[in-house]
């Protein structure tokens, strides 16, 4: 019903910057928001952050505030994770969530490492 794609992962030095990128296909006109995890090995999944489709509401994980910037161009079904002053432990596997009302949907990740 939905797709996601995730895109833009890579590897960066600690203080550097990583865009990601979100596709969203499919039914998303049921998808009144749309967030980023993150998991490490070894550790649950987090909240990074959530921005709706319409207007320009966001959520930050405190850990991140200041840092990321979520983004979304509505024309294109996209929604993006600008990552500024990298930390090493912002390592990790990134995910777009989709929050939909049947469930939530996921992309299948992509890979950000920051080296100190």
């Known amino acids: 019903q939905v797709l996601l794609v995730e895109s833009g992962g890579g590897l960066a030095q600690a203080g550097g910057s990583l865009r990601l990128s979100c596709a969203a296909s499919?039914?998303?006109?049921?998808?009144?928001?749309m967030r980023w995890f993150r998991q490490a090995p070894g550790k649950e999944r987090e909240f990074v952050a959530s921005?709706?489709?319409?207007?320009?509401?966001?959520v930050y994980a405190d850990s991140v505030k200041g840092r990321f910037t979520i983004s979304r161009d509505s024309a294109k079904n996209t929604v993006a994770l600008q990552m500024d002053s990298l930390k090493p432990e912002d390592t990790g596997v990134y995910y777009c969530?989709?929050?939909?009302?049947?469930?939530?949907?996921w992309g299948q990740g992509t890979q950000v490492t920051v080296s100190s």
């Open positions: 921005i709706k489709w319409s207007g320009s509401s966001r």
């Open positions: 969530n989709a929050g939909a009302t049947g469930g939530d949907y």
């Open positions: 499919g039914r998303t006109y049921s998808i009144p928001v």
